[in-house]
T-cell receptor, first 110, second 113 residues
Framework: GESVGLHLPTLSVQEGDNSIINCAYSNSASDYFIWYKQESGKGPQFIIDIRSNMDKRQGQRVTVLLNKTVKHLSLQIAATQPGDSAVYFCAEINDYKLSFGAGTTVTVRA | DSGVTQTPKHLITATGQRVTLRCSPR?????VYWYQQSLDQGLQFLIQ???????AKGNILERFSAQQFPDLHSELNLSSLELGDSALYFC????????????FGSGTQLSVL
């Protein structure tokens, strides 16, 4: 079964605000984590990744935080824009296998 | 554009039929993956190939089969189709297939009527 999951299936955020999307994983042996964004009618698109030897990684407007103690992963999006509306998946890699969580649908309000 | 190409984009067929989905990986990638995405199931891993050989198998039904050809493109064959097989089928590729990030195609939307 799935070993990666998200806390909330939906998130509504005001344009310009920061978004935080959470993900819990259950396999403490997982050593690599990825966030994907999937827009309607498209395939998942890589956003950012983090290895288990790090606790924070920053990209352009996005930050991923990893808390191995509680097996928690989060994706922060700064100054959320309408184009950020999508489904966000966290994924973990363990033993070379990538497993996806159920996804969080982010809706940006104008 | 991820560089992964999938055809066709849409496929409509009837129960009991057989279809073939095609995928061309990114240039230089040796590993290809197939995923199924249903509304209530999320992204389910089906199967992975590396340089023509099967490397990992997930929740793939016996009615489904896949292969990767010498030119590295892959095909997913779905037979004896059932209504429940209606889903988005994604192909992804990665350089070595050893726990790297995957790059996904745009998917094939299969509708079984």
């Amino acid at each position: 079964g799935e070993s990666v999951g998200l806390h909330l299936p939906t998130l509504s955020v005001q344009e310009g605000d920061n978004s935080i999307i959470n993900c819990a994983y259950s396999n403490s042996a997982s050593d690599y984590f990825i966030w994907y964004k999937q827009e309607s009618g498209k395939g998942p698109q890589f956003i950012i990744d983090i290895r288990s030897n790090m606790d924070k990684r920053q990209g352009q407007r996005v930050t991923v935080l990893l808390n191995k103690t509680v097996k928690h992963l989060s994706l922060q999006i700064a100054a959320t824009q309408p184009g950020d509306s999508a489904v966000y998946f966290c994924a973990e890699i363990n033993d070379y296998k990538l497993s996806f969580g159920a996804g969080t649908t982010v809706t940006v309000r104008a | 554009d991820s560089g992964v190409t999938q055809t066709p984009k849409h496929l409509i067929t009837a129960t009991g039929q057989r279809v073939t989905l095609r995928c061309s990986p990114r240039s230089g990638d040796l590993s290809v993956y197939w995923y199924q995405q249903s509304l209530d199931q999320g992204l389910q891993f089906l199967i992975q190939y590396y340089n023509g050989e099967e490397r990992a198998k997930g929740n793939i039904l016996e009615r489904f089969s896949a292969q990767q050809f010498p030119d590295l493109h892959s095909e997913l064959n779905l037979s004896s189709l059932e209504l429940g097989d209606s889903a988005l089928y994604f192909c992804a590729s990665s350089p070595q297939g050893l726990g790297e990030k995957l790059f996904f195609g745009s998917g094939t939307q299969l509708s079984v009527l």
